[in-house]
């Protein structure tokens, strides 16, 4: 009772700092709000590419450095390092009101070290590391002078055509808020204005990975049980998070484009939500509505924005230039505007920038940071925890012992550059491991490692394949490395054909028909079709890209030194018919439940109507059973929780981690629900022979579903529990049942 008393205290103290640092803040932000006129309120609003903000002279960088030095801007993106940020910081200060600028850069993946695509770091499922990953990164942009980043993504992407599935963390709405709240942590840390955090921002709001035949910047049409359901969560998750910022998408929805978005931006996340952060455009959608058709010119499209609750404009210029004369005609409330300036105004006394605007420019700080040599030991594990073993015929791997001669084949084996993928800050490749590098490394001068490309990442020629095959020949085994270009997903990189590209896959075929036994490394930034590779390789390892350290990491797997414990965040189709593709679907009145018999059923008839790797899968090299499956209560009310506990036992010689997944079936509602959805996981390490029990605590708002007439609901029924190791993969099931429950609005937060 002792204890619980103290921790109630440190509690206590803890919110009434928090309130009172709060109010304080509140209360210098209208301190500087009432002295500030028409024209600098609108300045705070406006944000600015400044890469040659520093350079050269010209007219255009000397109209900005004026517009800054008048207080004409309130952020700048794409300027970088100490000394630049510094540099311009002192150009703000010399405002009138001098108010200091906010400095943002796209840290998506690492700042100076290169940390796996998002997409990679999902297939971990480990938040800690996904965490840990995150503030490092803002850990090294913050010593740079940033303050600001526009990550994490959290849009649910179903469709692998669209480049920016990358960004994200995949298909799932529980993953992916998960996953949101461990990267706004690791970003932000648990409070702003500390100088090894930045601020986050959840983009882009919203659906944006719903977009049409998965094309950047297109349309999205969806109703309100998906948006709710699907598409919104993750970003709630981001907000009870603490998020710092919101991005709006480029895409309509249902009609409107997100920027220009009232129900989105003021009703939802401002209303319900009660959000306090403040929202930034994405580059240039203000003035892109009126591309749209929705706008009449730029001043229209900057009502339209301000109005419904865009408050800084990225990159269009509509707030500059038209903002002032729709607030003096009536046309704009001057409430609007207050609103914003206050919002931005709170970030920046939060970050601490007013009492010192030169906080982050610490040129000897940076200088330590960025030499920091532990944060590749953290880009090495967090690289190997994101690999996903796909196949391992005949326990081919690891290769513990070193074989006397290996073929290295493939584009992609002496390749830098693109292990960094999309989104990286700088180009410097020298510091990233290859395949080639890590593989040689690892087994030293056992083995004899001989090298042919075989061709290119996009070619229509197969003149290098006879060096390729020869090499092959002559080898005890092959690995090659396999994939997309760095530059072929990320934004405005969607692809209408996912397969493989070029020549590789015949590449594959021809290396195969040596008789050598092949293991393939496929490295993307999204999920690809490969079913060759799929049917007649021994190994698989899908890699995505694992950034500085994908080299070491790859080998470390491919040795046995880690055992890789990764699990798929999106599901791979068989054919680019099956897109979009995805484990939580509907049942439908016709299901198909078995491979025969599929006449006048919801199915292809021209190839499996499974997926290829579903959501969830991946190998290791341990082997796992579950057994004792067992719940607290079979029959409970909505206002009761419940305990699911089961034994998982590691039956092999290795050590090592499972994904153990929870999955739950409303078998029958007002509204129909999806075969199953994942409500919990845990990622369980076990030693050879080792046996643990896990438990799960199963909560009444796990068992909502939101109903546009009436919210998040719950309903009486039988409910189906699924344990497994992945979603097509359940180990153990059993039944329980929901009893007098009232139907009644709950957290929108399911």
């Known amino acids: 009772m002792k204890k619980y008393n103290v921790a109630l205290c440190f509690l206590l103290m803890y919110c009434l700092n928090t309130s009172a640092q709060n109010k304080r803040i509140h209360q210098r932000v209208d301190s500087v709000l009432r002295f500030m006129t028409l024209k600098e309120k609108i300045g705070q609003l406006n944000q600015y590419s400044g890469r040659d903000v520093t350079g050269p002279s010209n007219p255009q960088q000397y109209n900005l450095r004026n517009e800054i030095k008048n207080g004409m801007v309130g952020s700048m993106l794409n300027v970088k390092g100490v000394k630049d940020t510094r540099e311009i910081q002192g150009v703000a200060l010399q405002s009138r009101l001098k108010i200091p600028l906010l400095f943002s850069l796209d840290v998506i993946h690492g700042y100076k070290t290169v940390f796996p695509v998002p997409l990679a770091e999902a297939a971990s499922w480990d938040t800690a590391a996904i965490r840990l990953s995150a503030h490092t990164a803002a850990k090294e942009a913050a010593a740079s002078g940033i303050h600001w980043t526009f990550a994490p993504m959290v849009d649910i992407a179903r469709d692998a055509r669209w480049g920016r599935v990358m960004e994200g963390a995949g298909e799932d709405t529980y993953l992916g808020s998960v996953i949101a709240k461990a990267r706004v942590k690791g970003f932000q840390g648990e409070r702003l204005g500390g100088t090894d955090a930045v601020m986050a921002c959840a983009k882009h709001f919203a659906a944006y990975g719903a977009a049409l035949a998965g094309r950047d910047y297109n349309a999205v049409d969806m109703s309100e049980q998906m948006l709710q359901e699907v598409y919104l969560p993750p970003f709630k998750a981001a907000a009870d998070a603490g998020i710092a910022t919101f991005m709006n998408s480029f895409n309509t929805l249902n009609g409107i484009p997100a920027t220009g978005n009232r129900y989105l931006q003021r009703d939802i996340l401002k209303g319900d939500w009660k959000y306090p952060g403040f929202v930034v455009s994405d580059w240039g959608s203000i003035g892109e509505m009126t591309t749209w058709g929705y706008a009449d010119d730029l001043k229209d499209a900057a009502r339209h924005a301000i109005t419904a609750g865009s408050d800084m404009d990225m990159e269009s210029q509509a707030y500059k230039k038209e903002l002032e004369s729709l607030v003096v005609s009536g046309k704009v409330n001057i409430k609007w505007i207050d609103d914003a300036v206050r919002r931005i105004l709170y970030k920046k006394f939060e970050l601490g920038l007013f009492d010192d605007p030169y906080r982050f420019c610490d040129a000897t700080r940076e200088a330590k940071v960025m030499a920091d040599n532990s944060h590749q030991l953290i880009a090495r594990s967090v690289a190997e925890k994101s690999i996903v073993l796909l196949k391992n015929e005949n326990h081919i791997l690891p290769l513990q012992q070193a074989p006397k001669s290996v073929a290295l084949i493939g584009p992609l084996i002496k390749a830098k550059k693109d292990l960094a993928g999309s989104w990286t800050v700088y180009a410097d490749t020298a510091s990233i491991t290859s395949v080639y590098m890590g593989l040689r490394k690892k087994f030293s001068s056992q083995t004899t490692f001989n090298y042919a490309r075989g061709c290119g990442i996009n070619d229509t020629s197969s003149a290098g394949f006879h060096e390729a095959i020869e090499l092959a020949t002559k080898s005890d085994i092959v690995i090659m490395a396999l994939g997309e270009a760095g530059d072929m997903s990320g934004e405005a990189k969607s692809r209408s054909d996912i397969h493989l590209p070029g020549k590789q896959e015949e590449l594959f075929n021809a290396i195969k028909a040596t008789g050598k036994k092949v293991i ?70 016709r299901p198909v439940t078995a491979t025969s018999g599929i006449v006048y059923k919801s199915a292809y008839i021209d190839l499996p109507n499974t997926p290829r790797y579903a959501f969830g899968y991946g190998l290791s090299y341990s082997s796992f059973t579950y057994s004792d499956l067992k719940i607290s209560k079979a029959k409970l009310t909505q206002k009761e929780s419940f305990n699911v506990t089961f034994t998982l036992t590691n039956n092999s010689a290795f050590a090592g981690e499972e994904v153990v997944q929870l999955y739950l079936q409303d078998k029958k509602a007002s509204v129909v629900r999806p075969v199953k959805e994942l409500k919990a996981f845990a990622k369980i390490m076990l030693k050879p022979g080792e046996h643990q029990g896990v438990t799960f605590t199963v909560k009444p708002d796990q068992l909502a579903f939101y109903k546009p007439t009436q919210g998040w609901i719950t309903e009486p029924g039988s409910f189906k529990l699924m344990i497994g190791a992945a979603s097509n993969d359940i180990k153990l099931s059993t039944d329980f049942e929901l009893q007098d429950v009232v139907n009644q609005g709950l957290s929108s937060n399911k």
């Open 520 to 589: 393939v490394v496929l490295m993307a930034g999204r999920p690809m079709i490969f079913n060759d590779i799929a049917d007649k390789a021994e190994g698989i390892i899908y890699a995505f890209w694992l950034g500085s350290e994908a080299g070491n990491a790859i080998a470390n797997v491919i040795s046995g030194d880690y055992n890789p414990s990764g699990k798929l965040p999106i599901t791979f189709p068989r054919a680019m018919g099956q897109i979009p593709i995805f484990y939580n679907y509907s049942n439908t009145g």
